[in-house]
């Protein structure tokens, strides 16, 4: 019996029909390309010839363009066969092209239409092995190329093209590495190329160097393929020794060197079927054993006898559906457990009847193997996420949440017997900062891993769950299986750090309480260090004086000490109590009692107060105010307010000049102004009047001291009752210091 020896190339990209032509390609000692669109066809003529292109039904159009393209310079001549199995309207053909609906018509045909010259007489045992063929299948390429067992890194074959342009003979070449024979110019070319073909399984034209034999440097440009069979991996090498001044802009054709399949014919006339070598080595039986249905079934591990025999029965002879089925199997010589992945396609004969099946068997147990393995790991994955602490949460690439763990849940408050149709930044979220406002959208995490394609880490905001309750969430996010700088969606951990907020506040406050105490402490001793020192240190040098020269002194000097020990302990007291009040503000112990008082009142108080040392200073106190104001306050605290801003006027004032209380109705407030004809107050004084760190004070005209703790304590006063205090003018002439409180309705001067 004839059978072609020659290259095929098949235009398809329909995995089934790929693969029962390659089987059989292979089975006759044929090497098969597959090639998935006109472009690669036109780069691939341009390295070989084929024999015969076969164009799968998908491709008619573009297949056809191609061959009848006369532009295509040294185009080879060959024969074409179209798989045309649906009957697809096309174009008339043109001599040389073939249409076939069966793949029967197609193998036939394979074997048609060769020349003579192409056809050799079959021997089995040659046909096996697949030395003879890639021996041969390298001499037909044009170029230098060379076969390499990727695993042990050496040279398996090589074509006499190789040999002529390197100087090594097959003896210094076969079974050596690159490295042995120092073929590689540049070492780190080596590391690359192989890093590149493990990754891609194919290299294009990569500029590189290599020695010849005679330690010659060969600049030319290598291309690659990867390609698997029962074995191992190996890398299909071509040389382009051209020296030229570009990289190669096309890449090199796709081949493929079947691996270990099987394949087999079923007659369900006579119920027998035939296998290839490769396929009795799958099953582990002999060439003699007996093919049946009922034997076939016997391969078939016992867990799985049945299932492959309803299939057989209902879906194959029954429905007439085409066997495409994983199952396990026991091989008949040593009880070995596979797994294997069976497809064929039917053929019908000329009446419509179903008479065979043709199709492979291919050995997939390791392939199974990890994926059971991936099954485990991938539940234990899930009993992690099922278990975790924290909240875990998917969503697409359009923000729709599709998976929360019961964590995520839990967080979320959402429903365990619903779907989750809500979106990241759906408004029922109600989405904040920490506090409460406005939280940019663009800084929201999946906006934020959308964009840059990257994770994120800590990012904190507040929402509202379905419930109503307001929680603070920590969330760590990154992309989900991003290809291409493409966005397919994001993972996210979410954590409930509501508590952990409230208590990280709870300690600010408390901190803040504390250095505010702190600071009070170093305020209240840093006054009696240095402001009451002065009294004090006066009222013991006067007294002190008093004492030890009684009886030296005259009636006016005793007078004038005593007056002096009477201003002096004033303003001790003055300072004291200003300096208890303040102490009692910043502690939070002083709190107003809030009531209506006349400010008539208030103001009459104050100015007895100061009387006798109005009159000693020879200050006039006058008054212009309404007697029908009441004010809301409280009436010790504005009373404090009142003495230290009238003792202040008098303290600046010149002897006989005129201090005036005003009041004004100031629409819902009443305004209490204090003016002076003293001194006035120095521009560099004025912007820190009312804080007593800044506002040093200075002595009086009469030379009278004081703490600069006053006015401080004014404004304090003043705000805690809901008013405000002011410099309302100020000059050489003096100066008018005004404050302002709640006008009080409800009473009114009878």
């Known amino acids: 019996m004839m059978y072609p020896m020659h290259i095929i190339f098949l235009l398809s990209t329909h995995e089934k029909t790929t693969d029962l032509i390659s089987h059989y390609a292979v089975e006759t000692g044929s090497l098969c390309f597959a090639i998935s669109n006109s472009q690669q066809l036109i780069t691939n003529l341009k390295y070989t010839k084929p024999d015969i292109l076969i164009i799968d039904q998908d491709h008619i159009k573009e297949g056809l363009n191609v061959v009848y393209d006369k532009t295509i310079q040294d185009r080879p001549a060959f024969k074409t066969i179209i798989f045309n199995k649906n009957g697809i309207k096309h174009e008339p053909l043109k001599k040389d092209v073939i249409e076939c609906k069966t793949l029967e018509e197609v193998f036939q045909n394979i074997n048609n239409n060769l020349s003579p010259a192409h056809q050799i007489t079959l021997d089995q045992q040659f046909y096996s092995e697949k030395n003879n063929i890639l021996d041969s299948f390298l001499e037909a390429l044009p170029e230098p190329a060379a076969i390499s067992d990727l695993t042990k890194g050496r040279f398996i074959k090589v074509n006499s093209k190789f040999l002529e342009v390197t100087g ?6 076969i079974n050596r590495s690159s490295l042995d024979i120092n073929f590689w110019v540049n070492k780190e070319d080596r590391t690359f190329f192989i890093k590149q073909i493990k990754k891609d399984h194919t290299i294009s034209p990569l500029r590189t160097h290599f020695y010849n034999k005679k330690k010659e440097v060969i600049d030319c440009h290598i291309s690659a393929t990867l390609f698997t069979d029962s074995s191992g991996q190996f890398v299909l090498s071509i040389l382009d020794n051209t020296i030229r001044n570009k990289i190669l802009e096309e890449k090199l054709f796709e081949t493929q060197l079947i691996a270990r399949v099987g394949s087999y014919t079923l007659d369900f006339k006579t119920g027998l079927w035939s296998s290839s070598r490769v396929l009795n080595q799958i099953f582990g039986i002999s060439g003699d054993y007996k093919k049946t249905i009922d034997s076939w079934l016997k391969i078939v591990h016992p867990q799985w006898q049945q299932t492959m025999k309803k299939h057989l029965e209902e879906r194959i002879l029954n429905k007439k559906q085409e066997f495409d089925k994983q199952y396990k199997i026991v091989t008949i010589n040593d009880k070995t457990e596979k797994w294997v992945h069976g497809r ?41 996420i099922r278990t975790s602490p924290v909240g875990i949460v998917l969503s697409n690439k359009n923000g729709d949440i599709y998976y929360a763990n019961k964590r995520g849940r839990e967080i979320l408050n959402l429903s365990l017997n619903e779907g989750i149709p809500i979106r990241y930044n759906a408004p029922e979220w109600q989405i904040t900062d920490l506090d ?20 994120v880490y800590g990012i904190k905001h507040a929402i509202q769950d379905s419930q109503g309750h307001r929680k603070v969430l920590s969330i760590n996010a990154a992309p989900i ?61 006067l007294s002190n004086l008093l004492n030890s020269e009684n009886e030296t002194l005259n009636q006016d000097d005793r007078s004038n000490i005593l007056r002096h020990i009477e201003i002096v302990s004033e303003e001790a007291f003055q300072l004291i109590e200003n300096l208890l009040e303040w102490s009692r503000l910043e502690r939070g112990l002083s709190k107003p009692k809030i009531k209506p008082v006349c400010s008539e009142d208030l103001i009459n108080h104050a100015i007895d107060l100061h009387k006798s040392i109005a009159n000693k200073k020879q200050v006039i106190i006058e008054k212009e105010i309404d007697s029908s104001h009441y004010i809301e306050c409280d009436e010790e605290m504005t009373k404090t307010i009142l003495r230290n801003l009238i003792s202040n006027a008098i303290k600046f004032s010149f002897q006989g000049s005129v201090i005036k209380l ?60 809901g008013g405000d205090i002011y410099l309302k003018e100020t000059s050489k002439n003096g100066s008018s210091m005004a404050f302002k409180l709640k006008k009080s309705t409800k009473h009114s001067k009878s």
């Open 168 to 173: 090594f003979t097959k003896e210094e070449v």
């Open 436 to 455: 409460g406002g406005f939280y940019p959208e663009e800084e929201l995490p999946f906006n934020l891993v959308k964009k840059h394609l990257k994770p």
């Open 344 to 384: 064929g396609s039917l053929i019908y004969n000329e009446d419509g009847a179903l008479e065979k099946m043709v199709g492979t068997v291919i050995d997939i147990t390791n392939y199974k193997n990890i994926e059971f393995k991936l099954e485990k790991k991938q539940k234990l994955l899930d009993n992690i």
């Open 662 to 721: 005003i009041t004004r109705d100031k629409n819902h407030y009443i305004e209490i102004t204090v003016k002076d004809q003293g001194t006035g107050i120095p521009p560099n004084k004025q912007k820190n009047l009312f804080n007593h760190s800044f506002n040093k004070s200075n002595p009086g005209t009469n030379g009278e001291t004081g703490t600069g703790l006053g006015l401080s304590l004014c404004k304090e006063l003043t705000e805690i009752q």
């Open 481 to 541: 299986d991003t290809e291409e700088e493409k966005f397919n969606g994001m993972i996210a951990t979410i954590e409930d750090i509501t508590l952990q907020v409230s208590y990280e506040k709870k300690m600010q406050d408390h901190n803040q309480t504390l250095q505010e105490l702190v600071s009070v402490k170093n305020k209240f001793f840093s006054i009696i260090g240095h402001d009451l020192r002065s009294p004090i240190g006066s009222l013991k040098q």
